[in-house]
């Protein structure tokens, strides 16, 4: 990979990689744009095949943030952390992992600010409870905004509502059927709230535990973890890792939308948004469709503390730029994810033009 070229390609600011040899961190933040604030996204820990793997999701997940924060009216820019590793493993000895968030915590501290993170795949509040101990640039934490899980997932049931009221006439998901790819922390909360508005459930997760959790509480009905794209329905909801629908998984397809959790959702936004446009599927952009988790967490950072109420409000407006984005889409032909970026692109733009007014001090 051409790491500069694809950094100019796309306007990115900086790729920082960090290792700490005592507790093994590897670890790799990148910050994408903060015209419109500090960069702000979550650390995903995940046990990438390899630095290439690794480097490539940081760089498009980093970009999306950019687009997220912008398109959510947040003042934020965009970046992201991964850090290659079991979490799995490190959860196991205790002492090891106060070091290793700690020891991310000092490098995170040395971005001076640039750069604020939060709770992401494979991470989790006590994670951030101790990278805390070594800088205040991480939002999240208990008896602040704390999991921002349900918050997400909240984002995620508006938009599929929007979506319904765009294909269907009607923004109720009573006896819609939504087959959830991944039913962990906000997939979870995501089964609740269809389940409770009347949904049909279908499930899978590497998981055995989650999908029995969802069987039981939710009485959905788990499939392998292939035969989700197959399945009959009016939604597939991906609420694992990104780049699920691809040219394997398209043609499988029976849904009438893609509204989804997970981040980078297409696998080529060029190629696979069209091709879901030529087969009549509907795609919710997925950086507006998670962007409650962030929404949330942003409400943490005022000066008078974390305020929900303030944060619910946001999350609810996902709803209506759904409603916009499809409804522009469909009058320009242009694909969703298309329209979503140029609005995200048109603010971020506009404050970068304000930014050159001269002001005293």
């Not at 943030?65 to 493993?89: Q, R």
Request: net charge neutral; with cysteine.
């Amino acid at each position: 990979m051409d790491k500069f070229g694809y950094m100019e390609k796309y306007g990115y600011e900086q790729l920082c990689l960090f290792h700490d040899k005592y507790t093994g961190l590897k670890a790799i933040t990148c910050i994408h744009n903060t015209v419109l604030g500090p960069a702000l996204g979550g650390t995903r820990f995940y046990n990438y095949q390899n630095e290439e793997d690794a480097i490539e999701d940081v760089l498009r997940l980093a970009r999306g943030m950019s687009y997220k924060n912008a398109l959510a009216g947040l003042s934020l820019g965009g970046g992201k952390s991964v850090i290659i590793g079991d979490p799995t493993e490190l959860r196991k000895n205790q002492v090891r992992r106060e070091a290793f968030w700690r020891a991310f915590g000092r490098y995170i501290e040395g971005l001076s600010g640039r750069y604020i993170t939060a709770e992401d795949v494979g991470t989790s509040t006590q994670d951030m409870v101790y990278l805390h101990m070594e800088t205040s640039n991480v939002v999240g934490l208990p008896g602040r905004s704390g999991d921002p899980s349900p918050y997400t997932a909240l984002g995620v049931f508006r938009s599929m509502q929007a979506c319904a009221e765009h294909v269907f006439g009607n923004k109720s998901m009573s006896g819609r059927t939504v087959a959830l790819q991944g039913v962990g922390n906000v997939g979870y909360h995501l089964c609740k709230l269809l389940h409770e508005d009347g949904a049909k459930l279908i499930v899978t997760d590497v998981n055995k535990d989650s999908i029995a959790r969802a069987e039981k509480e939710f009485g959905a009905k788990p499939v392998g973890t292939e035969e989700i794209y197959g399945a009959a329905c009016d939604f597939y909801a991906p609420c694992a890792l990104g780049a699920s629908v691809n040219d394997q998984t398209i043609p499988q397809l029976k849904c009438k939308v893609v509204c989804g959790a997970a981040n980078n959702v297409l696998k080529d936004p060029a190629v696979h948004g069209k091709a879901l446009q030529d087969k009549g599927i509907i795609y919710g952009p997925d950086y507006l469709v998670n962007a409650g988790g962030v929404i949330n967490v942003f409400y943490e950072l005022g000066e008078s503390g974390y305020n929900e109420e303030a944060a619910l409000r946001d999350i609810d407006r996902i709803y209506s730029r759904m409603r916009e984005i499809l409804k522009v889409s469909a009058e320009t032909g242009e694909l969703t994810h298309q329209t979503a970026d140029r609005m995200a692109e048109e603010r971020i733009e506009a404050v970068r033009n304000i930014r050159s007014i001269m002001t005293r001090r």
